[in-house]
Every structure is written in C-alpha cells, then in structure tokens.
C-alpha cells in the first residue's frame, strides 16, 4: 500500500508569490493534518482537516488556507509568500477518527524556498 | 517555555553504547505520547508510542510519567544506523477541535552513533 504522498517535492518561489502543496493520505484514512518544519526545529501545526471539515488551526497568519477534497487528499495554500515561509511542509495522515490516540504518519514533505 | 523541551545533544556514543533521552512537557492535557524518528532532510517516522506502563520495542524503550509529566527513551546496544534526530511528541485534543488534534514537537535530541 502506498503512503502519504506530497507534491511537489521542491519548489522554489520569490516573496510576495503564492503556493498551493498537495497530499494524498493512506488509503482508509480520513485525517490530514500539516505541519511546517524550519531548520532545526521540530515540525509545528498548521492545519487538521477530517471529512473535508477544518478540524483545528495552528498559530499561523491568515495567508496560510488548506481544504480537503472528497477522496480526502488536501492542499495548504500559502499566499504573499514570506522568506521565512522557507521550510520543509509536511502531511500528515491519521487513522478513521482524528483521535489523539491514532497514529499520524507523515509524507516525504516538500521542500520550500522564497527568495 | 516551550509546550515540549528536550535536550537538543548533540549525543555522540559509540557502537554498543546505551543511550537515554529524556522530554518534558507542560501541557497536562496531554493525552498520548509518541517518539518520532528523523533522518537529515527526511520525514519524521514514527518509533514507537508511550504508555504509563512503559513499552519495549527490541532495543527500544519508552517511559511515560504522567505526574512529573516526563518521557524517556532507551536506546541499547546503539548502531550506526540508529544516528539520527528522535523527537518526543504529545497529542492534544481540545475542546475547539472535536475529532481532531494535534502533535506539538520537541525541537529534537540528535544522536550520532560511531565505530
């Protein structure tokens, strides 16, 4: 079975630009959640999404959006792009409820630069 | 203060060394407990969970102290292969999120393991 597929794996924007990342959960799994990583530290929450619905928010400006789609993949949305908007964006997909006692497993990330 | 704090290391042991790593965390509404493996410009991937009980996974063990609101991780007979980042992770659930939740990360413990 395939994992959490995220798209695409680098990009390179410049300031004021926006972005839209993919993700495709596991199979089965209804949760997504995305986490933004800088370097050196460890990943931070942004978004949850469970049955299409927003589940929960990160502290982030108003320029990050996300939704998920009926066959429960996603996109985060990042408008007016920032140069520390520079990270690693990962996805992450969880088991049949968002509960806090499931699993989250993570995709490969894409990997973001603004110049 | 930081919601998770570890030591950041780095943790430089040699092979067959034992090796632990501890995490706080403050928020008591902690409700489950994970480690997460990270290798350099990867995904975090999930090592194991932890438990009041603690739990043994091979080499690998995990402690959990709900008073003291602490966590540990065991490494024994250390190999090259286990150098890497190990980020310790709660999850919470928040009244604003029903069915959903999120992982809060510690900024990483990163261990090197030589020959």
């Known amino acids: 079975d395939a994992g959490v597929t995220q798209s695409p794996t680098h990009l390179i924007k410049t300031r004021g630009q926006h972005v839209t990342l993919r993700c495709s959960p596991i199979?089965?799994?209804?949760?997504v959640s995305w986490y933004q990583q800088v370097l050196g530290q460890g990943p931070q929450f942004i978004f949850q999404?469970?049955?299409?619905?927003?589940?929960g928010r990160g502290n982030f400006p108003d320029r990050f959006s996300a939704r998920q789609f009926p066959n429960y993949s996603s996109e985060l949305n990042v408008n007016a792009l920032l140069l520390g908007d520079s990270a690693l964006y990962l996805c992450a997909s969880s088991g049949l409820q968002g509960s806090p006692y499931n699993e989250q497993f993570f995709g490969p990330g894409t990997r973001l630069t603004v110049l | 203060r930081k919601e998770v704090e570890q030591d950041p290391g780095p943790f430089n042991v040699p092979e067959g060394a034992t090796v632990a790593f501890n995490c706080t965390y403050s928020n008591s509404a902690s409700q489950s407990f994970f480690w997460y493996r990270q290798d350099c410009r990867k995904e975090p991937k999930l090592l194991m969970s932890?438990?009041?009980s603690g739990n043994e996974d091979g080499r690998f063990t995990a402690q959990l102290n709900r008073a003291s609101q602490y966590i540990s991780l065991l490494i024994r007979d250390s190999k090259l292969s286990d150098s890497a980042t190990y980020l310790c992770?709660?999850?919470?659930?928040?009244?604003?999120?029903?069915?959903?939740?999120?992982?809060?990360f510690g900024a990483g413990t990163i261990l090197r393991v030589k020959s």
């Open positions: 999404y469970y049955e299409k619905e927003e589940r």
């Open positions: 199979s089965g799994h209804k949760s």
């Open positions: 932890v438990y009041s």
């Open positions: 992770v709660v999850a919470l659930r928040t009244p604003s999120m029903e069915y959903g939740n999120k992982l809060v």
